[in-house]
């Protein structure tokens, strides 16, 4: 497979695509990254393998999910339910392009664990589904709840992934450097011994680079339907 020479070992981040891939597809096609993450909310209206099939061959495919991915069970089962579904990054550590990249998909949630709140602490989806199921509530309140908690950032898998060493760190939630970010990941960052955060979720691209010392490692925001580069280079 031949790259542009300007990004051979490159990997992409691509902010939040909400249903829209054709600039992805198309820059793919020019320039052949070694591989591209999604950073959440991709919202698939289709499997991702039949959507991305025409870059399958062209690069390798990862991702996490954000918190609009859970909004309709198709969406959900899109992402995770077809032959792309072992590139999920969500509470893992994979070796692409040479670095050992770690992911945590979601958000916080106050129904189930929001940093700093003494009512939430659920500590999985399971966990979960058991307290739901003690308050009777009409079924198809249940339903919804169930499928939004699926997009939620849970403890377990918070402190696993804390346990794993990585170079970096994608997530869909932001480091409290943005206004809306928080400190959590910055130690999940630091726990993980990561140099690099990438976050996408806000639609925004903030210069945090005076905080870089301080948090001990740089960070990037993905704006929407953004493509970023490993050294923060907007490639579109």
Known sequence: MERSASVEGAIWFL???HGRFEHVIRLVKLHRPEAVVFLG??????????ILRPILDLTEIWFIHGNHDSDRPAFWHNLHGNSLAERNLHGRVAEIAGLRIAGLGGT????????GDPETGVQNYQDYLQ???LRPQHADIVATKKQQALSAIYPDDYFALAMEKAD???CHEAPDCHPYGYLEINELALALGAKQVVHGHHHDSLDYRAEWSRMGFAAHGVAFRAVMDLNGKIIS
Do not use: I, N, Q
């Open 15 to 17: 902010g939040d695509v």
């Open 41 to 50: 909310d991709l919202e698939c209206d289709l499997p991702l393998d039949m």
């Open 108 to 115: 916080f949630e106050s129904a189930v664990w929001r940093p």
């Open 131 to 133: 307290r739901l199921a």
């Open 168 to 170: 970096l760190l994608v």
